[in-house]
């Protein structure tokens, strides 16, 4: 439901040529579990994922930054 949110929103762009999503970050919670940092366009996002989920968390602000430009 995430994706289709994203897609239908116009954040990602569906040709097989753009590489708009970009992973940035991930860190393991479990075997199971992880906690994820994408960039979409210019926007940071983090995302936690789990075998059947994928739920948002938090929009980064733009002031932090990591090299992830």
Known sequence: MFFFYIKKTGLVNTT???NSITL???FYLTAHQKIIIIKIRKVNLVLGVTEKN???LYILPSSIKKNYN
């Open 16 to 18: 097989k040529t753009s």
């Open 24 to 26: 940035l970050e991930q």
């Open 54 to 56: 994928i739920n948002f």
